[in-house]
Protein backbone atom coordinates (compact mmCIF):
# COMPACT_ATOMS: atom_id res chain seq x y z
CA UNK A 1 0.00 0.00 0.00
CA UNK A 2 2.66 2.42 0.56
CA UNK A 3 4.20 1.82 -2.69
CA UNK A 4 0.89 2.59 -4.34
CA UNK A 5 0.88 5.88 -2.22
CA UNK A 6 4.51 6.65 -3.90
CA UNK A 7 3.15 6.17 -7.32
CA UNK A 8 0.25 8.45 -6.63
CA UNK A 9 1.53 10.96 -4.88
CA UNK A 10 4.53 11.10 -2.77
CA UNK A 11 4.84 14.22 -2.30
CA UNK A 12 1.53 14.43 -0.46
CA UNK A 13 1.09 13.78 2.70
CA UNK A 14 -2.79 14.23 2.57
CA UNK A 15 -2.59 10.76 0.51
CA UNK A 16 -0.64 8.82 2.79
CA UNK A 17 -2.92 9.45 5.69
CA UNK A 18 -6.02 8.61 3.35
CA UNK A 19 -3.85 5.48 2.37
CA UNK A 20 -3.24 4.55 6.26
CA UNK A 21 -6.79 4.99 6.51
CA UNK A 22 -7.90 2.55 4.08
CA UNK A 23 -5.40 -0.21 5.83
CA UNK A 24 -7.11 -0.18 8.74
CA UNK A 25 -10.80 -0.39 7.55
CA UNK A 26 -11.81 -3.36 8.86
CA UNK A 27 -15.76 -3.96 7.25
CA UNK A 28 -16.31 -3.26 3.67
CA UNK A 29 -18.49 -0.52 4.33
CA UNK A 30 -15.80 0.96 6.52
CA UNK A 31 -13.36 0.36 3.59
CA UNK A 32 -14.96 1.83 0.91
CA UNK A 33 -16.25 4.90 2.83
CA UNK A 34 -12.70 5.50 3.71
CA UNK A 35 -11.39 5.02 -0.35
CA UNK A 36 -14.38 7.81 -1.33
CA UNK A 37 -12.17 10.80 -0.04
CA UNK A 38 -8.97 9.13 -1.95
CA UNK A 39 -11.21 8.88 -5.14
CA UNK A 40 -11.62 12.83 -4.72
CA UNK A 41 -8.05 13.79 -4.16
CA UNK A 42 -7.02 11.86 -6.90
CA UNK A 43 -9.68 13.06 -9.28
CA UNK A 44 -9.00 16.69 -8.15
CA UNK A 45 -5.17 16.13 -8.76
CA UNK A 46 -6.22 14.28 -12.17
CA UNK A 47 -8.19 17.21 -13.13
CA UNK A 48 -6.03 19.90 -11.93
CA UNK A 49 -3.31 18.68 -14.14
CA UNK A 50 -5.24 18.76 -17.30
CA UNK A 51 -6.59 22.22 -16.58
CA UNK A 52 -2.28 23.03 -16.18
CA UNK A 53 -1.49 21.64 -19.30
CA UNK A 54 -4.57 22.99 -21.40
CA UNK A 55 -3.81 27.00 -19.50
CA UNK A 56 -0.36 26.36 -21.27
CA UNK A 57 -1.73 26.42 -24.91
CA UNK A 58 -1.56 29.59 -26.95
CA UNK A 59 -4.84 32.26 -26.13
CA UNK A 60 -6.69 33.95 -29.06
CA UNK A 61 -7.05 37.26 -27.69
CA UNK A 62 -10.51 38.91 -28.47
CA UNK A 63 -10.57 42.68 -29.58
CA UNK A 64 -11.16 45.31 -26.94
CA UNK A 65 -14.74 46.13 -27.03
CA UNK A 66 -14.16 49.75 -26.29
CA UNK A 67 -11.55 50.67 -28.69
CA UNK A 68 -10.91 47.48 -30.35
CA UNK A 69 -7.76 46.87 -30.12
CA UNK A 70 -6.60 42.82 -29.28
CA UNK A 71 -6.35 42.29 -25.39
CA UNK A 72 -2.99 41.60 -24.57
CA UNK A 73 -1.79 38.92 -22.01
CA UNK A 74 -0.76 40.06 -18.32
CA UNK A 75 0.42 36.91 -17.18
CA UNK A 76 -1.37 33.82 -15.20
CA UNK A 77 -3.87 34.35 -12.47
CA UNK A 78 -5.38 31.81 -10.48
CA UNK A 79 -9.06 30.28 -10.65
CA UNK A 80 -10.75 28.08 -8.29
CA UNK A 81 -14.16 26.78 -8.04
CA UNK A 82 -15.66 24.41 -5.80
CA UNK A 83 -16.81 20.90 -7.65
CA UNK A 84 -17.82 17.32 -7.09
CA UNK A 85 -14.59 16.51 -5.77
CA UNK A 86 -13.84 19.71 -3.66
CA UNK A 87 -11.88 22.52 -4.77
CA UNK A 88 -10.40 22.85 -7.91
CA UNK A 89 -7.26 25.56 -8.56
CA UNK A 90 -5.81 26.64 -12.02
CA UNK A 91 -4.11 29.56 -13.17
CA UNK A 92 -4.92 30.81 -16.63
CA UNK A 93 -3.91 33.62 -18.61
CA UNK A 94 -5.76 37.19 -18.19
CA UNK A 95 -5.65 40.26 -20.47
CA UNK A 96 -6.45 43.54 -20.65
CA UNK A 97 -6.79 46.45 -22.81
CA UNK A 98 -2.80 47.65 -23.51
CA UNK A 99 -4.44 50.87 -24.19
CA UNK A 100 -5.72 51.02 -20.80
CA UNK A 101 -9.82 50.99 -21.26
CA UNK A 102 -11.65 50.34 -18.38
CA UNK A 103 -12.80 47.05 -19.04
CA UNK A 104 -12.65 43.60 -16.42
CA UNK A 105 -10.20 41.26 -17.17
CA UNK A 106 -10.70 38.78 -20.01
CA UNK A 107 -9.83 34.98 -19.67
CA UNK A 108 -10.16 33.21 -22.52
CA UNK A 109 -9.28 29.76 -20.75
CA UNK A 110 -12.60 30.31 -18.71
CA UNK A 111 -14.75 31.37 -21.69
CA UNK A 112 -13.68 27.76 -23.08
CA UNK A 113 -14.09 25.70 -20.17
CA UNK A 114 -17.88 27.78 -20.07
CA UNK A 115 -16.93 29.21 -16.73
CA UNK A 116 -18.65 32.60 -15.81
CA UNK A 117 -16.13 35.20 -14.45
CA UNK A 118 -17.41 35.22 -10.93
CA UNK A 119 -18.86 31.89 -10.63
CA UNK A 120 -18.16 29.95 -7.54
CA UNK A 121 -19.38 26.37 -7.41
CA UNK A 122 -19.16 24.23 -10.79
CA UNK A 123 -21.96 23.32 -13.01
CA UNK A 124 -21.85 19.67 -12.85
CA UNK A 125 -22.36 20.89 -8.85
CA UNK A 126 -24.93 23.30 -9.06
CA UNK A 127 -26.62 20.45 -10.91
CA UNK A 128 -26.20 17.46 -8.52
CA UNK A 129 -27.33 19.97 -5.92
CA UNK A 130 -30.83 20.44 -7.88
CA UNK A 131 -31.67 17.45 -8.27
CA UNK A 132 -31.34 16.44 -4.63
CA UNK A 133 -33.59 19.55 -3.89
CA UNK A 134 -36.33 18.26 -6.40
CA UNK A 135 -36.66 15.33 -3.66
CA UNK A 136 -35.73 16.68 -0.26
CA UNK A 137 -35.74 20.48 1.74
CA UNK A 138 -32.88 22.52 0.58
CA UNK A 139 -31.22 22.50 3.98
CA UNK A 140 -31.25 18.00 3.70
CA UNK A 141 -30.38 18.72 -0.42
CA UNK A 142 -26.99 20.89 0.87
CA UNK A 143 -26.28 18.38 3.73
CA UNK A 144 -26.40 15.39 0.86
CA UNK A 145 -24.21 17.70 -1.13
CA UNK A 146 -21.71 18.05 1.38
CA UNK A 147 -21.16 14.59 2.51
CA UNK A 148 -20.51 14.10 -1.31
CA UNK A 149 -17.96 16.64 -2.00
CA UNK A 150 -16.36 16.53 1.42
CA UNK A 151 -16.95 20.71 1.73
CA UNK A 152 -19.54 22.34 3.28
CA UNK A 153 -22.81 23.92 1.01
CA UNK A 154 -25.48 26.03 2.48
CA UNK A 155 -28.64 25.63 1.80
CA UNK A 156 -28.96 29.31 0.61
CA UNK A 157 -26.59 28.42 -2.28
CA UNK A 158 -28.84 25.34 -3.17
CA UNK A 159 -31.54 27.78 -2.94
CA UNK A 160 -29.43 30.32 -5.86
CA UNK A 161 -28.82 27.05 -7.87
CA UNK A 162 -32.67 26.00 -7.97
CA UNK A 163 -33.79 29.89 -9.08
CA UNK A 164 -31.21 30.15 -11.57
CA UNK A 165 -32.40 26.71 -13.22
CA UNK A 166 -35.69 26.97 -12.78
CA UNK A 167 -35.58 30.61 -14.46
CA UNK A 168 -33.61 28.87 -17.21
CA UNK A 169 -36.57 26.44 -17.61
CA UNK A 170 -39.14 29.01 -17.30
CA UNK A 171 -37.56 30.94 -20.42
CA UNK A 172 -37.57 27.75 -22.35
CA UNK A 173 -41.43 26.90 -21.24
CA UNK A 174 -42.54 30.69 -22.29
CA UNK A 175 -40.78 30.46 -25.30
CA UNK A 176 -43.00 26.82 -26.19
CA UNK A 177 -46.13 28.73 -25.16
CA UNK A 178 -45.22 31.73 -27.49
CA UNK A 179 -44.88 29.09 -30.09
CA UNK A 180 -48.01 26.76 -29.47
CA UNK A 181 -50.03 31.05 -29.61
CA UNK A 182 -48.97 30.90 -33.12
CA UNK A 183 -50.07 28.13 -33.86
CA UNK A 184 -46.44 26.24 -34.36
CA UNK A 185 -46.50 22.52 -33.17
CA UNK A 186 -43.33 22.00 -30.64
CA UNK A 187 -41.22 19.32 -32.06
CA UNK A 188 -42.54 15.85 -31.80
CA UNK A 189 -40.25 13.67 -29.03
CA UNK A 190 -38.50 10.59 -30.25
CA UNK A 191 -40.68 7.16 -29.24
CA UNK A 192 -39.91 3.84 -29.85
CA UNK A 193 -42.10 2.16 -32.67
CA UNK A 194 -43.59 -0.32 -29.89
CA UNK A 195 -44.00 2.64 -28.14
CA UNK A 196 -45.62 4.65 -30.32
CA UNK A 197 -47.98 1.92 -31.52
CA UNK A 198 -49.43 2.10 -27.69
CA UNK A 199 -52.65 4.23 -27.08
CA UNK A 200 -52.27 7.86 -25.48
CA UNK A 201 -53.73 8.59 -22.39
CA UNK A 202 -54.11 11.87 -21.16
CA UNK A 203 -56.35 13.91 -18.24
CA UNK A 204 -55.47 16.23 -15.47
CA UNK A 205 -57.38 16.79 -12.04
CA UNK A 206 -56.22 19.78 -9.42
CA UNK A 207 -54.28 19.75 -6.09
CA UNK A 208 -54.39 22.45 -3.39
CA UNK A 209 -51.12 23.67 -2.23
CA UNK A 210 -49.75 26.13 0.83
CA UNK A 211 -48.62 29.36 -0.04
CA UNK A 212 -47.29 32.21 2.55
CA UNK A 213 -50.04 35.02 2.39
CA UNK A 214 -47.88 37.78 2.05
CA UNK A 215 -44.62 37.14 -0.84
CA UNK A 216 -41.78 35.83 1.43
CA UNK A 217 -42.88 36.69 4.39
CA UNK A 218 -43.13 33.07 6.45
CA UNK A 219 -45.79 34.93 9.13
CA UNK A 220 -49.27 34.52 8.59
CA UNK A 221 -52.26 32.19 7.71
CA UNK A 222 -51.56 29.82 5.05
CA UNK A 223 -53.26 30.04 2.00
CA UNK A 224 -54.56 27.53 -0.41
CA UNK A 225 -53.88 27.57 -3.95
CA UNK A 226 -54.83 25.36 -6.24
CA UNK A 227 -52.36 23.44 -8.60
CA UNK A 228 -53.59 22.09 -11.77
CA UNK A 229 -52.03 19.21 -13.18
CA UNK A 230 -51.57 17.23 -15.95
CA UNK A 231 -50.39 13.89 -16.99
CA UNK A 232 -49.84 12.04 -20.14
CA UNK A 233 -48.50 7.98 -20.88
CA UNK A 234 -49.02 5.64 -23.55
CA UNK A 235 -50.87 2.62 -22.33
CA UNK A 236 -49.30 -1.21 -22.05
CA UNK A 237 -51.11 -4.47 -21.27
CA UNK A 238 -49.46 -6.58 -19.19
CA UNK A 239 -49.94 -9.91 -18.00
CA UNK A 240 -49.21 -10.76 -14.35
CA UNK A 241 -47.86 -14.19 -12.56
CA UNK A 242 -51.80 -15.20 -11.79
CA UNK A 243 -53.38 -14.33 -15.71
CA UNK A 244 -54.35 -11.05 -15.23
CA UNK A 245 -54.23 -8.32 -18.11
CA UNK A 246 -53.80 -5.49 -16.40
CA UNK A 247 -52.95 -1.74 -17.87
CA UNK A 248 -49.44 -0.26 -17.25
CA UNK A 249 -48.36 3.12 -17.96
CA UNK A 250 -45.05 3.78 -20.11
CA UNK A 251 -43.18 7.27 -20.94
CA UNK A 252 -45.04 9.08 -18.70
CA UNK A 253 -45.04 12.68 -19.19
CA UNK A 254 -46.33 15.53 -16.62
CA UNK A 255 -47.30 19.56 -17.08
CA UNK A 256 -48.28 21.29 -14.12
CA UNK A 257 -49.05 25.15 -13.58
CA UNK A 258 -50.21 27.29 -10.30
CA UNK A 259 -52.90 28.68 -11.92
CA UNK A 260 -56.57 27.84 -13.36
CA UNK A 261 -57.65 25.48 -16.04
CA UNK A 262 -56.93 28.89 -18.85
CA UNK A 263 -53.06 28.48 -17.77
CA UNK A 264 -52.87 24.92 -18.10
CA UNK A 265 -54.60 24.16 -21.28
CA UNK A 266 -52.09 25.97 -23.66
CA UNK A 267 -48.88 23.42 -21.76
CA UNK A 268 -51.29 20.51 -22.12
CA UNK A 269 -51.84 20.59 -25.82
CA UNK A 270 -48.07 21.05 -26.56
CA UNK A 271 -46.97 18.33 -24.45
CA UNK A 272 -49.92 16.49 -25.78
CA UNK A 273 -48.74 17.53 -29.63
CA UNK A 274 -44.87 16.56 -28.48
CA UNK A 275 -46.44 13.01 -27.38
CA UNK A 276 -47.11 12.33 -31.10
CA UNK A 277 -51.45 12.94 -30.30
CA UNK A 278 -51.31 13.49 -33.84
CA UNK A 279 -50.18 10.52 -35.00
CA UNK A 280 -51.20 8.27 -31.98
CA UNK A 281 -53.42 5.07 -33.54
CA UNK A 282 -55.90 5.92 -30.08
CA UNK A 283 -56.40 8.87 -27.82
CA UNK A 284 -57.94 8.48 -24.24
CA UNK A 285 -58.87 11.57 -21.92
CA UNK A 286 -59.66 10.38 -18.55
CA UNK A 287 -61.01 12.54 -15.39
CA UNK A 288 -63.08 12.51 -12.38
CA UNK A 289 -66.12 15.23 -13.62
CA UNK A 290 -64.93 18.54 -12.72
CA UNK A 291 -66.71 20.66 -15.39
CA UNK A 292 -63.54 22.99 -15.35
CA UNK A 293 -61.13 20.00 -16.38
CA UNK A 294 -64.31 18.56 -19.41
CA UNK A 295 -64.20 22.77 -20.87
CA UNK A 296 -60.32 22.11 -21.13
CA UNK A 297 -61.31 18.44 -23.30
CA UNK A 298 -63.88 20.11 -25.41
CA UNK A 299 -61.77 22.99 -26.00
CA UNK A 300 -58.40 21.34 -26.84
CA UNK A 301 -58.91 17.27 -27.27
CA UNK A 302 -62.41 16.29 -27.99
CA UNK A 303 -61.28 16.05 -31.72
CA UNK A 304 -58.43 13.92 -31.36
CA UNK A 305 -59.37 12.04 -28.02
CA UNK A 306 -62.47 10.10 -26.16
CA UNK A 307 -63.56 11.13 -23.23
CA UNK A 308 -63.80 8.20 -19.94
CA UNK A 309 -65.50 9.82 -16.98
CA UNK A 310 -63.70 8.10 -14.27
CA UNK A 311 -66.08 5.06 -12.96
CA UNK A 312 -65.43 5.17 -9.73
CA UNK A 313 -66.55 9.11 -9.41
CA UNK A 314 -69.21 7.81 -11.27
CA UNK A 315 -69.86 4.90 -8.92
CA UNK A 316 -69.90 8.08 -5.98
CA UNK A 317 -72.81 9.74 -7.32
CA UNK A 318 -75.02 7.00 -7.70
CA UNK A 319 -74.13 6.53 -3.96
CA UNK A 320 -75.18 9.80 -3.17
CA UNK A 321 -78.30 9.04 -5.33
CA UNK A 322 -79.07 6.05 -3.04
CA UNK A 323 -78.24 7.31 0.18
CA UNK A 324 -80.38 10.57 -0.32
CA UNK A 325 -83.19 8.23 -1.72
CA UNK A 326 -82.98 4.91 0.91
CA UNK A 327 -81.22 5.94 3.62
CA UNK A 328 -77.58 5.16 3.25
CA UNK A 329 -77.80 3.21 6.90
CA UNK A 330 -80.16 0.74 4.90
CA UNK A 331 -79.77 -2.97 3.71
CA UNK A 332 -82.18 -1.45 0.61
CA UNK A 333 -79.84 1.44 -0.16
CA UNK A 334 -77.02 -0.86 -0.63
CA UNK A 335 -78.38 -3.54 -2.30
CA UNK A 336 -80.09 -0.70 -5.07
CA UNK A 337 -76.32 0.80 -5.47
CA UNK A 338 -74.76 -2.59 -6.06
CA UNK A 339 -77.27 -3.21 -8.61
CA UNK A 340 -77.10 0.37 -10.23
CA UNK A 341 -72.90 0.13 -10.38
CA UNK A 342 -72.82 -3.73 -11.69
CA UNK A 343 -75.22 -2.09 -14.33
CA UNK A 344 -73.31 1.20 -15.19
CA UNK A 345 -69.84 -0.48 -15.47
CA UNK A 346 -71.19 -3.66 -17.42
CA UNK A 347 -72.67 -1.70 -20.06
CA UNK A 348 -76.19 -0.89 -18.94
CA UNK A 349 -76.12 3.12 -18.36
CA UNK A 350 -78.90 4.05 -19.97
CA UNK A 351 -80.81 1.35 -17.51
CA UNK A 352 -79.55 3.19 -14.64
CA UNK A 353 -80.75 6.58 -15.82
CA UNK A 354 -84.17 5.12 -16.38
CA UNK A 355 -84.15 3.76 -12.57
CA UNK A 356 -83.04 7.39 -11.31
CA UNK A 357 -85.97 8.99 -13.57
CA UNK A 358 -88.12 6.45 -11.64
CA UNK A 359 -86.97 7.09 -8.66
CA UNK A 360 -87.74 10.89 -9.50
CA UNK A 361 -91.83 9.98 -10.01
CA UNK A 362 -91.92 8.91 -6.56
CA UNK A 363 -94.66 10.51 -4.47
CA UNK A 364 -93.31 11.55 -1.62
CA UNK A 365 -90.09 11.69 -2.51
CA UNK A 366 -88.21 14.22 0.32
CA UNK A 367 -87.64 17.60 -1.37
CA UNK A 368 -84.03 17.03 -0.67
CA UNK A 369 -83.78 13.44 -1.75
CA UNK A 370 -85.13 14.43 -5.06
CA UNK A 371 -82.84 17.18 -5.12
CA UNK A 372 -80.00 15.27 -4.73
CA UNK A 373 -81.46 12.93 -7.50
CA UNK A 374 -81.43 15.50 -10.16
CA UNK A 375 -78.08 16.23 -9.46
CA UNK A 376 -77.31 12.38 -10.02
CA UNK A 377 -79.16 12.01 -13.43
CA UNK A 378 -77.76 15.32 -14.75
CA UNK A 379 -74.12 14.54 -13.79
CA UNK A 380 -75.03 11.05 -15.58
CA UNK A 381 -76.67 12.53 -18.50
CA UNK A 382 -73.89 15.02 -19.25
CA UNK A 383 -71.47 12.65 -19.39
CA UNK A 384 -73.92 9.76 -21.26
CA UNK A 385 -71.14 9.66 -23.81
CA UNK A 386 -68.55 9.24 -21.45
CA UNK A 387 -69.49 6.43 -19.17
CA UNK A 388 -69.70 3.43 -21.88
CA UNK A 389 -67.49 1.25 -19.08
CA UNK A 390 -67.95 -2.14 -20.88
CA UNK A 391 -66.95 -1.04 -24.55
CA UNK A 392 -64.17 0.52 -22.90
CA UNK A 393 -62.78 -2.36 -21.06
CA UNK A 394 -63.20 -4.40 -24.56
CA UNK A 395 -60.75 -2.14 -25.94
CA UNK A 396 -58.46 -2.41 -23.23
CA UNK A 397 -58.61 0.77 -21.92
CA UNK A 398 -58.67 2.19 -18.30
CA UNK A 399 -62.05 2.93 -16.65
CA UNK A 400 -60.43 5.30 -13.56
CA UNK A 401 -58.00 8.56 -13.59
CA UNK A 402 -55.70 7.08 -11.02
CA UNK A 403 -52.60 8.08 -13.05
CA UNK A 404 -53.77 11.72 -12.81
CA UNK A 405 -54.32 11.06 -8.79
CA UNK A 406 -51.06 9.75 -8.54
CA UNK A 407 -49.47 12.47 -10.34
CA UNK A 408 -50.71 15.21 -8.30
CA UNK A 409 -49.69 13.16 -4.93
CA UNK A 410 -46.14 12.22 -6.91
CA UNK A 411 -45.41 15.84 -8.27
CA UNK A 412 -46.83 18.34 -5.61
CA UNK A 413 -48.00 16.44 -2.43
CA UNK A 414 -44.65 14.72 -1.70
CA UNK A 415 -42.48 17.77 -2.09
CA UNK A 416 -44.78 20.75 -1.82
CA UNK A 417 -46.85 19.54 0.75
CA UNK A 418 -44.55 18.62 3.45
CA UNK A 419 -44.90 19.46 7.18
CA UNK A 420 -44.72 23.05 7.86
CA UNK A 421 -43.85 23.79 4.32
CA UNK A 422 -45.59 26.84 3.07
CA UNK A 423 -44.73 28.40 -0.10
CA UNK A 424 -44.02 32.01 -1.87
CA UNK A 425 -45.41 32.02 -5.12
CA UNK A 426 -41.64 32.92 -6.47
CA UNK A 427 -39.94 29.76 -4.95
CA UNK A 428 -42.69 27.07 -6.10
CA UNK A 429 -42.46 28.43 -9.27
CA UNK A 430 -39.19 28.04 -9.73
CA UNK A 431 -38.98 24.40 -8.14
CA UNK A 432 -41.85 23.40 -10.43
CA UNK A 433 -40.20 23.34 -13.50
CA UNK A 434 -37.45 20.81 -12.43
CA UNK A 435 -39.42 18.57 -10.49
CA UNK A 436 -41.28 18.30 -14.66
CA UNK A 437 -38.04 18.00 -16.11
CA UNK A 438 -36.80 15.21 -14.16
CA UNK A 439 -40.28 13.15 -14.60
CA UNK A 440 -40.00 14.14 -17.89
CA UNK A 441 -35.89 13.17 -18.93
CA UNK A 442 -35.19 16.61 -19.17
CA UNK A 443 -33.52 17.50 -16.36
CA UNK A 444 -28.93 17.11 -17.78
CA UNK A 445 -30.47 19.31 -20.51
CA UNK A 446 -31.13 22.43 -18.65
CA UNK A 447 -27.39 22.57 -16.84
CA UNK A 448 -26.05 21.31 -20.40
CA UNK A 449 -25.35 17.93 -19.64
CA UNK A 450 -26.03 14.62 -21.69
CA UNK A 451 -28.97 12.71 -21.27
CA UNK A 452 -28.65 9.64 -18.92
CA UNK A 453 -28.94 6.46 -20.87
CA UNK A 454 -32.41 5.30 -19.49
CA UNK A 455 -33.53 8.57 -20.94
Known sequence: MLCLSDSIRH???CVQQLLRTIEEAQTLAQLILAVWPLARVLALHMVEYVLAERAQRPSAWPPCPTCGVPLRSKGFAQRQ??????PICWRRRVGRCPQGCAIPQVAPFDEALEVQPHQRTSGELQWLGCAFAVFVPFATAARLLGWYCGGRVSRRAVWGWVQAAGH????????????????????????????AALPLALGADGVMG??????GAPTGKIR???????????????????????TRLHHRRLVAVLGDREALSPRLWGEAVR???????QVVWLSDGGRGLWRLFEERFTGHARGI????????????????????????ARRWF????????????????????????????PASARDTLTTVYAYLERHREHIDYAKYKELGLPLGSGMVESACKWLIQQRFKGVGMRWSEDGFNHLLPLRLAWVNGRFEALFGLPLSPNQ
Open 224 to 246: WREIKVGVLARLGQHRTRLGHVV
Open 338 to 365: GWARHRLRHGMPDGVLADLTEALAVEGL
Open 11 to 13: DDP
Open 168 to 195: RAMALLQGELEAVARGDAPPQEALAAEL
Open 309 to 332: LDFYHAAQQLWKGAAAWLDGRTAQ
Open 210 to 215: PFRPTG
Open 81 to 86: LMSLFG
Open 275 to 281: QGILQAP
